[in-house]
């Protein structure tokens, strides 16, 4: 089979697309045939710091070959102990960080990992969108959002930015999207009350009027979301900062005990629940994917390029076979 293989680690420059085994599901495992892919800022994190992102994720120190979380495709096998997918099921998931992943024609996962029978209204290339959603989702989750709250998200334009505005929607709050001018009719689009373009003097000009920041890219300083928290407000990021900086603002929370910095991180074991619940929205049309642009897997070390140029909007798809954007929805 087509993977795209790591031999060591660093630039997009060590990625070479090249012939593999296929794997072989083991007994509790499904054998996935992958229509499309994503390059994703996770994706980036484990190809420059491999060892750091896989102890955050709990993945332990061993590196793999493969990288990959999104993922798009039917099941092609299953092991003699797996029974809840069968021969050709459309799924879509997440490939767990303790497997190789998803940038390959074929890869195996547990039958009871992220992965779930795909939105029955979605294309393949359409469908790989969890990982944004999942990593946004903790922090509305320990938002506890509701009707009459007010959350501004930075950064709303990427794969997490823009999950996190529909899930804050879909509870009811009133929601400010900071974006690029590029950017502000997508998250109008997406149900944003508020859009403000970073670079101008709107954004300069907001006040303490909000109960919850989110930093969906891990670039603001605390000057900038001090300012913007109601006294009691709760900054929440996804991300340890240029200068791990944010790590210091959450021990600092928690020495004080009084809450108000917040790295949420997804609940092990919860990922197979949240897909499932992330394809009930897709097909309610309380979500709706975002998608940049498309790259072939030969041409996947430019993906990376473009996604670490931190200018993509939503997701960054990989069509590893030629039905990956052309299959229809069954």
């Known amino acids: 089979m087509k993977a795209a293989t790591i031999a060591r680690y660093g630039s997009p420059g060590v990625i070479e697309v090249r012939d593999v085994p296929e794997p072989v599901p ?30 955050l994720t709990g993945a332990g120190r061993s590196r793999r070959s493969i990288l990959g979380l999104d993922f798009a495709g039917t099941v092609q096998a299953v092991g003699a102990a797996a029974g809840l997918f069968k021969h050709g099921d459309r799924v879509f998931g997440m490939c767990p960080f303790r497997n190789d992943g998803a940038q390959a024609e074929y890869f195996c996962m547990p039958e009871t990992g992220p992965i779930a029978h795909m939105p029955s209204n979605l294309r393949f290339d359409q469908a790989v969108v969890c990982e944004g959603a999942f990593y946004a989702n903790p922090a509305i989750e320990h938002f506890a959002l509701k009707p009459g709250h007010r959350i501004l998200i930075y950064g ?5 930015g823009t999950a996190a505005i529909q899930l804050a929607k879909y509870r009811g709050a009133e929601v400010a999207a900071v974006v690029a001018g590029r950017h502000l009719g997508l998250a109008r689009s997406l149900g944003a009350d508020l859009t403000v373009d970073y670079t101008t003097d709107a954004f300069d000009q907001l006040g303490p009027s909000f109960d919850f920041v989110l930093d969906a890219v891990g670039k603001l300083g605390i000057r900038r979301w001090r300012r913007w928290l109601k006294p009691g407000g709760v900054f929440a990021t996804t991300d340890r900062g240029p200068w791990s900086q944010n790590l210091l603002f959450l021990l600092w929370s928690r020495v004080t005990g009084n809450g108000r910095v917040v790295i949420p991180l997804p609940k092990r074991g919860s990922g ?12 309610a049309g309380r979500f ?43």
């Open 288 to 330: 709706i994917p975002v998608i940049d642009r498309r790259y072939p897997l030969a041409e996947i070390a430019d993906a990376y390029r473009y996604v670490q140029t931190g200018e993509k909007a939503g997701v960054v798809v990989i069509d590893i076979g030629p039905e990956g954007r052309s299959a229809e929805p069954g």
């Open 26 to 55: 083991a007994p509790d495992e499904v054998l996935v045939r992958v229509h499309a892919a994503t390059v994703n800022r996770t994706d980036c994190g484990e190809l420059l710091h491999p060892t750091l992102v896989r102890l």
């Open 272 to 283: 197979q629940a949240f897909v499932t619940g992330l394809r009930d929205k897709i097909e």
């Open 156 to 160: 709303a334009s990427g794969a997490i």
